[in-house]
């Protein structure tokens, strides 16, 4: 049975930064890249970045500004994503997706699995 079961976020401040990690378990990992989507209220689910499990190569949307960085942990099966300089617009539910990576006016994945999700919530 595949689990992505993502952790962190919360309330932070503007300005502040947050961690978030996702943890996979059941996937054999060689055969998938890794990302993270967001969603903010009323709004659609946006790629925010992926990272190829083998080579470790990143890949992030294209609104995406350098406040983000994607990273991994081959040994726990662990993805995260770091946030920096938060703001306001920045609250969304954030979800960990397990697919292939794929470029079609930008990058984003063809996700076979997703997270449950975890709320970031900025406050201003």
């Known amino acids: 049975q595949v689990q992505l079961v993502e952790s962190g976020g919360g309330l932070v401040q503007t300005g502040g930064s947050t961690r978030l990690s996702c943890v996979a378990s059941?996937?054999?990992?060689?055969?998938?890249?890794m990302g993270w989507y967001r969603q903010a209220p009323g709004k659609e689910r946006e790629f925010v970045a992926a990272i190829n499990w083998n080579s470790g190569r990143t890949y992030y949307g294209d609104s995406m500004d350098g406040r983000f960085t994607i990273s991994r942990d081959n040994a726990e099966n662990t993805m995260y994503l770091q946030v920096s300089n938060l703001a306001p617009e920045d609250t969304a539910v954030f979800y960990c997706a397990a697919g292939n990576l794929l470029y079609k006016q930008g990058w984003g994945l063809t996700v076979d699995y997703w997270g449950q999700g975890t709320q970031v919530t900025v406050s201003s």
């Open positions: 059941g996937l054999t990992m060689s055969m998938y890249s």
